[in-house]
């Protein structure tokens, strides 16, 4: 079942955290495999997140989430998790464990590096990381062999491994 934005008018437009409790718990029960929570003023993601391990396409975009819970990486069917525009200072390393992910936006936060476990994500085709903080990449970007989309744009980032800069230059299409 998938969860059209008409479903979230009223009583959902802004969410405090037993709203988004109960969101959850009817998810669950309903089974959805799509969430759109951007826009709600939503501050913070509670641990229960993890229960939706059906979950494909998960939207938090333009809220004020300042971090993610660990339960996050319970949602291994996830195919896109769309996080801009939110406080976001890390990501924890359980995001490896989004196996299935293909796009990642965590554009617009405060993240000042991407974990380790990032080279885990082996289906990942879109990452947009623009316009945070991030320094350097680490090696485990060597491993995202289906990265086709990188944007990183507006970040002090210096390449200190040749291996990364050589790899994301060799098999990428767009690189801004």
Request: glycine residues 2%; hydrophobic residues 40%.
């Amino acid at each position: 079942m998938y969860l059209c934005d008409a479903q979230l008018t009223g009583k959902y437009l802004s969410m405090e955290h037993d709203d988004i409790l109960e969101f959850i718990n009817n998810a669950k029960i309903n089974n959805l495999r799509s969430i759109d929570l951007s826009n709600r003023e939503i501050t913070e993601i509670p641990s229960e997140i993890g229960k939706l391990t059906d979950l494909e396409y998960l939207d938090f975009s333009y809220n004020n989430i300042s971090k993610l819970p660990p339960e996050i990486g319970n949602l291994t069917n996830l195919k896109s998790l769309l996080l801009m525009k939110n406080e976001i200072d890390v990501l924890p390393p359980e995001i490896g464990n989004l196996k299935k992910l293909k796009l990642l936006d965590v554009s617009h936060n405060h993240i000042t590096e991407l974990p380790q476990t990032m080279g885990s994500l082996t289906e990942l085709k879109t990452l947009d990381a623009s316009y945070c903080s991030i320094h350097a990449l680490t090696l485990s970007f060597n491993k995202l062999l289906s990265l086709k989309e990188l944007y990183l744009e507006e970040n002090p980032l210096s390449f200190t491994h040749d291996k990364i800069a050589d790899r994301l230059y060799a098999s990428m299409h767009f690189l801004t």
